[in-house]
């Protein structure tokens, strides 16, 4: 791929962005207004800081990884400084953006501009929680819009295949309408349960479950990132949170009496939960889950894993449910479901108490 | 505890509480009738099946675990049946069936009955999935109504004890508003969520990651048994759905211009989020959450497990971030705020890639 790339913000994504590209031997430049955040990135082996004008060459890629409210004036004035380079960035949202930098550069420079995506992220955020291989395996969004030049579009390309992810092309406005429904929806719901706790009287929170901790672990992010978010993509968020609320108007109409529509309303959440795909890209009926207790103790958990392993069975994911004060956990093995007998079999003949 | 124990219905809770009551040497009888269900859970050893006229006793304790639409008339008729017993039920919803049970049967009756809800349950369900594991250091909600016997009250807290519980006291109206928050309203925002993706392109999908699946893992659960559950607890209910309305609106209204009613409600989903006890029923702010890069490989997972066990620090809980296709997955293993350096030292030390 082309280089020296240039990463301007190096919050979690950026210094990630920099650590894969350093790990391919690209050579990477780091700026943040933020000094204590790009000398954490630095250090972390990210790239260089303020060795710009030793570059031999001119700076070929600029990687935008600001918030984004900043991204169009970031960008724009990437593409005026650095006339040789492409400019991408990697924001969640594309549509607002585009239109933005469409008004502060002129047609030549923006056909140095394809925005992208990668769909890897994190509760955690800053230079510390970043890692090479953030991107790896993951899909990452490359959305050209139609003046864009070829060339940049595969430099671009080359980023997200240099930092292991897979390239998924789209145009801007069919990426804001699938991240509306796959990121930022659920975001949005997970905050509605969550804030409803907030009046709770304490007591009532001690009946807290695994189901509950799920449904609202994201909505413990940044709600400054949130808003400039959901006010960058409100037009494809406003007709998804119509469709919540007539849902959600259908449930307390019918609720007491458990209406045909609450049904219908209750199937179409199974259903879409089979809509989401498997880890590894496979079919969800392809897996199978093995539970296996573990009494909570120190190296239980390595004991489990390690007789796992000599079953030559590979665990793809897995859950440990684990309440309050519990003293033994339940462990969830999701394995192949063709393997999943044999590592039941396995475990149970070293004495764990395992069934599928 | 008093024995011997009826079972009536053999699914995930009542073959639990049959495994739990038989590892404690208590005896137990189990009664369905889905003669599948109940060959199963005998077969498990949660106790007999049809030997109930070759007790020496009568029946002491009948814990019912049917569906929620059939616990009142099951009590009743248990009640009835087994003059000398106390009867219990183990039901997501309190106060609906005892008002349904207190038309059935007289007060002197009504006097042994004292309903429970242990917090335990999985997305799976039927005897295979049951576990006598499955209340260990849960809590227990034992809901006495006001005309309890208070040695009724005192068997079914036993009970849960026995089952390894630990018991929480609370009114049936206390119970359902309790349930109402931390479970049931949880499970409609995730049903909310996975609904709207039926409508979504194949490739829109193809963007989905780790926030996605545990926001809407809970709506996958039985439709028809979360319709019995809704309309029981409906009273409870509305008024939280009437508060996420209220939210909704919120949001729609402002999420164009990101309005200070936006920030509010995303500031109480954090706030929200800090609410929910840590596991262990420790605080929250107690842990720490080392973040490991683990390779995709059968035994490595072993490997890491192994070498954070050398390390004698205690695993808590842990989270594969792993998303299609992903050939290295993102372990983050959550430990004792105290303990996190240490472990962070021992991994690098063992050449792994880990951070706080």
Redo the contacts between chains.
């Keep these: 791929m082309v280089q020296p790339v240039l990463v301007i913000g190096t919050g979690l994504v950026g210094t990630s962005v920099g650590l894969a590209l350093r790990a391919a031997a690209v050579r990477v430049h780091l700026r943040d207004d933020d000094q204590n955040a790009v000398v954490v990135a630095a250090s972390r082996g990210a790239g260089e800081v303020g060795a710009l004008d030793e570059e031999p060459e001119p700076v070929r890629l600029v990687v935008v990884a600001v918030p984004p409210a900043h991204v169009a004036e970031v960008a724009a004035a990437a593409l005026t400084a650095h006339p040789d380079a492409v400019v991408t960035d990697v924001g969640s949202v594309k549509a607002e953006p585009l239109e933005a930098l469409t008004g502060l550069v002129d047609r030549a420079s923006l056909a140095r501009y394809v925005g992208s995506h990668p769909?890897?992220?994190?509760e955690?955020s800053g230079p510390?929680?970043a890692?090479g291989?953030?991107f790896?395996?993951?899909?990452w969004?490359v959305v050209p819009h139609p003046g864009a030049d070829p060339a940049a579009i595969g430099a671009v390309e080359a980023l997200a295949r240099t930092c292991?992810a897979?390239v998924?092309t789209?145009s801007p406005d069919?990426h804001d309408?699938?991240?509306a429904?796959?990121?930022h929806?659920?975001?949005?719901?997970?905050?509605?349960?969550?804030?409803?706790?907030?009046d709770?009287?304490?007591?009532?929170?001690?009946?807290?479950?695994q189901?509950?901790?799920?449904?609202?672990?994201?909505?413990?992010?940044d709600?400054s990132l949130?808003?400039?978010i959901?006010?960058a993509n409100?037009p494809a968020?406003?007709g998804?949170?119509?469709?919540?609320?007539d849902?959600?108007?259908a449930?307390?109409a019918g609720?007491?009496?458990?209406t045909a529509e609450?049904?219908a309303?209750?199937?179409?959440?199974?259903?879409?939960?089979?809509?989401?795909?498997?880890?590894?890209?496979g079919p969800s009926h392809a897996e199978a889950?093995v539970?296996v207790?573990v009494p909570?103790?120190?190296?239980e958990?390595?004991?489990?894993?390690?007789?796992?392993?000599?079953s030559?069975?590979?665990?793809?994911?897995?859950?440990?449910?684990?309440?309050?004060?519990?003293?033994?956990g339940?462990v969830e093995l999701v394995v192949q479901a063709a393997a999943a007998d044999r590592l039941v079999e396995a475990l149970s003949a070293r004495g764990w108490?395992a069934?599928?």
């Design positions: 769909m890897a992220g994190s955690q510390w929680a890692t291989e953030l790896a395996g993951r899909a969004a292991g897979d998924v789209m069919e309408l699938a991240v429904r796959v990121s929806l659920p975001h949005l719901l997970s905050v509605l349960a969550a804030a409803q706790l907030v709770a009287p304490a007591g009532h929170l001690s009946l807290s479950g189901g509950l901790r799920d449904v609202t672990r994201v909505a413990g992010g709600p949130w808003t400039q959901l006010a409100a968020l406003q998804l949170l119509r469709g919540v609320r849902d959600l108007d449930l307390l609720i007491h009496t458990g609450v049904d309303v209750l199937h179409r959440g199974v259903d879409g939960t089979r809509r989401i795909p498997a880890k590894h890209g889950v539970v207790s909570d103790r120190p190296g958990l390595a004991r489990l894993f390690a007789d796992a392993g000599q030559g069975v590979n665990v793809e994911d897995l859950r440990i449910d684990h309440d309050p004060g519990r003293p033994v339940q108490t069934h599928r």
